[in-house]
C-alpha cells in the first residue's frame, strides 16, 4: 500500500507547492479557522462594548471599524471559502472517484490568492480601518476618509480565489467521474458544492466590478453612484445584492450538504428522497439569483417590485422545506448514533428553521417596514448564515476528522462542547431577535437603558460560544496528536470517502475504481459496499 | 516532441481537453457576468436620461467606432485561422496570423488612444472631471463615466488578449504546437473571440443607439 497523503512527501515546501486537494484543503482549513477566531474576536469587542448602555471600552469611531471588520472577514474570510475550499477540497474528488480536482495547480493558485486577498483586506486594519460595514453601500462608502480602498481590493481578490475554486469545482464533476458514477450516484454534497460553484461562478464578477466602483471613487470620483453627477445610489444596493444575497446561499448550500450527508451516515439509511435534495440544491441556486430586492423594501422601490422579490424569496423557503422535511424523514426508522456530528445537526435544524421562518417573516414588505435595520434583522441572518454554517462546519470538523487525520477525537468532549456551542449561540441571538422588536437598531454603540438586560444577555451568550469554540478547536487539536486510531470507516458509512484506506494515499486510489452502486447503499453490507466501489 | 502531456489527474487526453475547454468557457461566463453589472448600469442610467444619452452617443466617432469594429472582426478572424492552421499542422503560418491579431489589436488600441485624446480636449473626463459644455447635464456625464469603464474595461481585456496571443504566436513559431496539441492555441482563440462579442455589444450601445 502506497504511503498515506501526510506524510508523503515530507517537507514544508511539499506542502507549500502542493498540488493535491486534500493537501490544498488542509492548508485552507488552516487559515480558515484563523479567520474565524480574528473575526470571533471584533465579535467579542462589540458584544463587550453594548454590555453596558454608554459608552464601555471603545467609541463610536472604533465600534464601526470592529463591526465592519468582523463582518467583513467572517463573511468574506470564513463563511464564504470555509466548507467548500476546505472540505469540499478534500472530498470532492474522493466522492466522485477522482486522482485530484480537473486543475490541481489553479486549486493552489486559489488558496494563494485567497491569502493575498486576505492579507490586503486586513490591510485596511492597519491603514486605520473601514467604517462602511461590510455591505460598503455608497454614498457614504465613497465619500469616508477611512481604508474603503484596500478593503474593497482585497474582497476583489478573494472573489477571484472563489471563482477559481468554483470552475475547478464545475469542471471535476463533469468531467473526472469514476466510470459507473452516473449523476444519480453523485453524493449530495457534491450537488450542493455544484449549485454552489454555478453562484460563485455567475455573481462573485458582478460584486467584484461594483465595489471596485467604490474603491475607484477613492481614487479618482467617478462618482457613479453620486448623486451629484446624476447618479442613483440605489443602483449600488442593486447591484451588491445581486451577489450578496446569492452569497447567503454560498454558505447555506454547502451546509445543506454536509448535513445531508451527515443524517445519512448516522441514521444509517438512505436519504428519504436523493432527487428532492438534488432538486431543491438547484432550485435554490437559481431562485436565489431572483431575490436580491427584497433587501431594498425601505430604499425607494415600488410595491409591486416588492411584492414580486416577497414572494420569489418564499420559494426559497419552499426548498429549503423540502430540505428540512427529507432530512427529518430519513431518520424515521433510521439506526441512528448520536455522536458529535450528528447533536450539530439537530442545532442546526433548529437554527435553519428558526431563522429560515424569520426570513419569510422579513421577506413580507410590511413586517420589513417594522423590522429593517434593527436587530432583528442582525439575529435573524446569523441564525440562518451564521447558525447553519457553524453548526455544520464543525459538524464537518468532527464528521471527516478520522478520514482527514487518521484519529478519533474524544467523543464526551465533542457532545459537550457542540452543547456549549449551541447554548451560546441561543443566548447571544435569541435577545436580539427580542431587541430588534423592540426597536434597537443595529449598528449603534450606545442604547436607552430600557434595553439593557437584554443585551448584558447577548454579550454573556457571545462570551460563551466564543468558550465553546475554542474548547472545541482544543479538542480536535489534542485528537491530532494524542486521539486514538481510526479505523478507514468508523461511523459505518457507505459514502465513497470512507471506503478509501485510513489516510487516503495522494492520488486517493491505487486504481481508478469502478463504481457500481449508489453512494448511500445501507442495505449493503460494508465489505459489499467497499466491493462495488473499487476497481473490478 | 509535439505530444501533449497528459497531467496525472487524468485517464486520458481526451478527457482531459475536453475539461480545459468546459473551464475555459466557465471562466468566460464568469466574464460576461464581469461586464454584464456595467451593461446594467448603462440599461438604468439610459432609461433615467434617454435624451441626454442619445446625444451624448450622437457625439461620439461612428467612423471610428465602426472601424475599430471591422478592425477587431478582422483580427478574430485571423485567430480562427490559426486554429484551423494549426490543426492542418502548419504551426508556422498559425503563428504568423496570431502576430496579425496582435498586430490588429495594438492598432484597435491606437484608435481607442485617439478617440480619448479628443475627448480629453473637449473636456470630457469621467465623473467629476467632466468639463464638456456643449453637453452640460448629468446624463451626458454619467454617459461618458460609463464610456470609459466600459472602453476601459475592454480595453484591459485588449490588452491581456494580445499578451495571451503574442505567448501563442511565438509557440507556434517555434514548433510547441502543433495538428494533435492545438488545445492552447483554441482556448486562446476562444478568449479573443470573448473580448470580440463584447466589442460587438459595446459599438451600438456607445456610437450607434441614437434616434
Not at chain 1, 442 to 451: A, G, L, S, V
Amino acid at each position: 500500500m502506497s504511503t498515506d497523503y501526510l506524510r508523503a512527501p515530507r517537507g514544508v515546501r511539499s506542502w507549500l507547492l502542493t498540488t493535491d486537494h486534500k493537501r490544498i484543503g488542509l492548508m485552507f482549513y488552516v487559515v480558515v479557522v484563523m479567520s474565524l477566531l480574528l473575526g470571533g474576536v471584533f465579535a467579542l469587542v462589540i458584544r463587550a462594548e453594548l454590555f453596558t448602555p454608554g459608552p464601555t471600552v471603545i467609541g463610536p469611531d472604533m465600534y464601526n471599524r470592529m463591526f465592519t471588520l468582523h463582518g467583513v472577514i467572517m463573511v468574506w474570510l470564513f463563511m464564504i471559502p470555509s466548507i467548500p475550499n476546505v472540505f469540499g477540497n478534500f472530498v470532492l474528488p474522493i466522492m466522485l472517484g477522482a486522482k485530484d480536482l480537473a486543475f490541481p495547480r489553479l486549486n493552489l493558485a486559489s488558496f494563494y490568492v485567497y491569502c493575498a486577498g486576505a492579507l490586503v483586506t486586513l490591510g485596511a486594519m492597519i491603514a486605520g480601518g473601514t467604517d462602511t460595514g461590510w455591505t460598503f453601500y455608497a454614498p457614504f462608502s465613497t465619500s469616508t476618509p477611512t481604508a474603503v480602498l484596500p478593503a474593497v481590493i482585497g474582497v476583489f481578490i478573494l472573489g477571484v480565489s472563489s471563482i477559481l475554486t468554483a470552475i475547478n469545482f464545475i469542471v471535476t464533476t463533469h468531467t473526472m467521474r469514476a466510470r459507473g458514477m452516473s449523476l444519480r450516484r453523485v453524493p449530495l454534497f457534491v450537488w450542493a458544492l455544484y449549485a454552489t460553484s454555478l453562484i460563485m461562478l455567475l455573481a462573485t464578477p458582478v460584486l467584484g466590478l461594483t465595489i471596485m466602483l467604490v474603491g475607484i471613487d477613492h481614487i479618482y470620483h467617478f462618482g457613479v453612484f453620486d448623486p451629484a453627477l446624476g447618479g442613483d445610489p440605489v443602483l449600488f444596493q442593486h447591484l451588491f445584492w445581486f451577489y450578496s444575497h446569492p452569497a447567503v446561499y454560498i454558505m447555506i448550500l454547502p451546509a445543506q450538504g454536509v448535513i445531508t450527508e451527515v443524517v445519512c451516515t448516522f441514521s444509517h439509511k438512505q436519504p428519504a428522497s436523493y432527487m428532492a435534495i438534488a432538486i431543491s440544491s438547484l432550485g435554490i441556486a437559481t431562485i436565489g439569483f431572483l431575490t436580491w430586492g427584497h433587501h431594498m423594501f425601505v430604499a425607494g422601490m415600488s410595491e409591486l417590485d416588492a411584492g414580486v422579490f416577497g414572494a420569489l424569496s418564499m420559494f426559497v423557503a419552499i426548498f429549503s422545506a423540502i430540505k428540512v422535511f427529507t432530512w427529518v424523514a430519513t431518520m424515521h426508522r433510521g439506526s441512528i448514533s448520536f455522536n458529535t456530528p450528528m447533536l450539530y445537526f439537530f442545532w442546526f435544524l433548529f437554527l435553519f428553521v428558526f431563522g429560515g421562518m424569520t426570513g419569510v417573516a422579513v421577506a413580507t414588505q410590511s413586517l420589513d417596514v417594522h423590522w429593517h435595520d434593527t436587530y432583528f434583522v442582525v439575529a435573524h441572518f446569523h441564525f440562518i448564515m451564521v447558525g447553519s454554517t457553524l453548526t455544520t462546519f464543525l459538524a464537518a470538523a468532527h464528521y471527516w476528522f478520522p478520514k482527514m487525520f487518521g484519529r478519533l477525537y474524544s467523543e464526551r468532549m465533542g457532545l459537550l462542547t457542540s452543547a456549549g456551542v449551541f447554548a451560546g449561540f441561543f443566548l447571544t441571538f435569541v435577545p436580539q431577535f427580542l431587541l430588534g422588536n423592540a426597536g434597537m437598531p443595529r449598528r449603534y454603540y450606545t442604547y436607552p437603558e430600557r434595553y439593557a438586560w437584554l443585551n448584558v444577555l447577548s454579550s454573556g451568550g457571545a462570551f460563551l460560544l466564543a468558550g465553546a469554540l475554542v474548547l472545541a478547536l482544543v479538542n480536535l487539536l489534542v485528537a491530532l496528536r494524542w486521539g486514538k486510531l481510526a479505523s478507514g470507516n468508523p461511523w459505518g458509512s457507505r459514502s465513497f470517502e470512507w471506503m478509501t484506506p485510513r489516510l487516503p494515499p495522494k492520488e486517493n486510489f491505487p486504481v481508478t475504481p469502478e463504481i457500481r452502486r449508489g453512494p448511500y447503499d445501507y442495505h449493503l453490507t460494508n465489505e459489499e459496499a467497499r466491493e462495488r466501489a473499487s476497481a473490478r | 516532441m509535439n505530444a501533449p502531456r497528459l497531467a496525472e489527474q487524468f485517464e486520458d487526453l481526451a478527457k482531459q481537453g475536453q475539461a480545459a475547454r468546459l473551464g475555459m468557457w466557465l471562466f468566460l461566463g464568469s466574464e460576461l457576468l464581469l461586464f454584464g453589472g456595467l451593461f446594467a448600469l448603462y440599461a438604468a442610467y439610459r432609461a433615467m436620461y434617454p435624451a441626454e444619452f442619445a446625444e451624448a452617443v450622437a457625439h461620439n466617432s461612428v467612423a471610428i467606432g465602426t472601424t475599430n469594429t471591422l478592425v477587431l472582426i478582422t483580427s478574430s478572424l485571423t485567430v480562427a485561422m490559426s486554429v484551423g492552421a494549426v490543426r492542418a499542422d502548419r504551426p508556422r503560418r498559425a503563428g504568423r496570423l496570431l502576430a496579425l491579431s496582435v498586430l490588429l489589436g495594438a492598432v484597435f488600441l491606437a484608435l481607442k488612444g485617439v478617440e480619448y485624446a479628443a475627448h480629453f480636449r473637449d473636456g470630457i473626463l469621467p465623473g467629476e472631471g467632466y468639463r464638456f459644455a456643449e453637453l452640460p447635464a448629468a446624463g451626458a456625464s454619467l454617459f461618458f463615466t460609463l464610456y470609459y469603464l466600459l472602453t476601459g474595461l475592454h480595453a484591459l481585456h485588449v490588452t491581456a488578449g494580445m499578451t495571451l496571443l503574442g505567448w501563442l504566436s511565438w509557440g507556434c513559431l517555434r514548433g510547441r504546437y502543433a495538428a494533435g496539441n492545438d488545445l492552447h492555441v483554441e482556448l486562446g482563440g476562444l478568449y479573443w473571440h470573448l473580448v470580440d462579442i463584447v466589442w460587438i455589444f459595446l459599438w451600438p450601445l456607445l456610437y450607434l443607439a441614437h434616434p
